[in-house]
């Protein structure tokens, strides 16, 4: 992976995460960066930087990123890379993994920039370099796990992988589009953090049950007792009913406790404003202009309303927003970057946020309404479409217009409804341990198989 922005390293951190819960002690996880680490020299050690002057300066973005989807930007990219990163990513690749002795079992790539350069390494390497053809001679599993929701650029999507995980109907199309086969291509939902899988106290149990009665039994009463029950399965034609873990009312409950815990007020309307890891997406701006509105609903209606800000690292913003003098009526929490957002965003009643796809898919498993403030083009503005037509969002990028949505839906309590139940309904909140589970049942085939031709 890369950390281009924060969602690459999050997904990744959420499949380690699952490995341990699903697997304790049995699946070891080496998460790099593979750019920044092993780059030869700039650009390519040094995409972190580059992508947050792109990600300030969207036009920049907006023409490197659909440059990059041509043929021409395909071919020129995959030469670039083989001919400069070959030697030092394959140092990478061939590297002893965890406490072993032997590079890794199996290669899970949560980037657009991993897949064509680490398929012709492996298959170097299972080789002993008679080839690079990934169709030919590659033994060691490759998985991708796309984690864009509502589109992607073609470099996620490699005909020769063995199982490519996508979030959506819209990527599943895209991935056919690319040629990938139907059976390559498995559809649960994205990777997203520990705090929002959603684990019911039947679940949980089950899950418990592989430290004191081993991996394998574990694994079938999850698959087939629970996660073909409460799971919501969303591979193509799969039971489209939403987990019973995950009702209105138990988000309601969630929501009075949370707001107890952070300090908020449990009766008055709140509003989560976030930026991002990164910080990035005019927070300031949106943040001043939708505390003056509710302010003024406030005033008009005599109730009182808050507002909660996360500013992530961008340091600038969370100074300027704490020396504001904010108007009364409006209670503001300004924040910086928050580890527990899984009970922020329970707390609060609305979100407004960049179009990033992890926190889409954390706020619709929370019941939260999106309005979407900004995007980067390309891969973030087809999450747009999916929000809208999912019926639990919209988007501006004018601060006043976010003010006035927002401002609409915390009065109109029957609109809020609604659009909570339409984010319930497009949650995926066990996701990540289906995925996770995915990926282990080859984990664990590939080192049946080795285990089987040293006997």
């Not at 600038?316 to 009364?328: G, M, V």
Request: aromatic letters at 10%; hydrophobic letters at 40%.
């Amino acid at each position: 992976m890369s950390d281009t922005g924060g969602g690459h390293r999050a997904s990744a951190n959420a499949l380690r995460d699952a490995f341990d819960v699903l697997y304790p002690g049995k699946i070891q996880c080496d998460i790099v960066d593979i750019y920044t680490e092993y780059g030869p020299f700039w650009p390519f050690n040094d995409y972190v930087a580059l992508y947050k002057i792109m990600a300030e300066y969207p036009f920049l973005w907006d023409w490197f990123y659909h440059f990059g989807a041509t043929p021409f930007g395909l071919w020129l990219n995959e030469i670039m890379l083989e001919t400069f990163c070959f030697a030092p990513f394959k140092e990478c690749i061939n590297r002893p993994s965890g406490d072993t002795n032997a590079r890794a079992d199996m290669v899970v790539s949560v980037h657009p920039l991993c897949q064509d350069i680490p398929l012709k390494i492996l298959a170097y390497l299972d080789s002993n370099g008679k080839t690079t053809n990934p169709l030919q001679a590659r033994t060691t599993p490759f998985a991708t796990v796309v984690t864009d929701l509502g589109g992607a650029h073609p470099t996620w999507f490699n005909m020769a992988v063995d199982k490519c995980f996508v979030p959506s109907d819209e990527l599943y199309q895209l991935a056919l589009a690319r040629d990938l086969r139907p059976e390559q291509i498995i559809q649960h939902g994205l990777p997203i953090r520990k705090g929002f899988w959603g684990m019911n106290d039947d679940i949980a149990s089950a899950f418990s049950l592989s430290t004191s009665s081993g991996v394998k039994e574990a694994t079938n009463m999850v698959s087939e007792d629970f996660f073909g029950d409460l799971v919501r399965t969303v591979t193509r034609g799969g039971n489209k009913k939403r987990s019973k873990s995950y009702t209105q009312d138990k988000a309601s409950s969630e929501k009075s406790t949370f707001r107890k815990k952070l300090g908020l007020n449990c009766d008055s309307p709140a509003v989560l404003v976030v930026g991002g890891g990164d910080g990035m997406g005019g927070i300031v701006e949106t943040a001043s202009c939708l505390g003056k509105k509710l302010s003024s609903d406030a005033q008009s209606t005599n109730n009182q309303f808050q507002m909660v800000v996360v500013c992530g690292n961008n340091q600038d913003a969370k100074t300027r927003l704490e020396e504001t003098i904010w108007p009364e009526g409006v209670n503001v929490k300004i924040n910086g970057f928050v580890n527990n957002m899984d009970e922020w965003m329970r707390a609060c009643d609305a979100i407004v946020t960049k179009a990033g796809p992890g926190t889409i898919a954390e706020a619709s498993i929370c019941g939260l309404p999106c309005m979407l403030s900004s995007y980067l083009p390309g891969q973030e503005e087809g999450n747009i479409p999916f929000v809208e037509n999912a019926g639990f969002g919209t988007y501006s990028g004018d601060p006043l217009e976010i003010s006035e949505t927002v401002s609409s839906w915390l009065r109109e309590e029957e609109k809020l409804k609604s659009m909570r139940n339409a984010a319930l309904n497009a949650a995926r909140p066990f996701a990540t341990l289906c995925i996770a589970q995915d990926l282990a049942k080859m984990l664990f085939a590939t080192k049946q198989t080795k285990n089987s031709a040293i006997k």
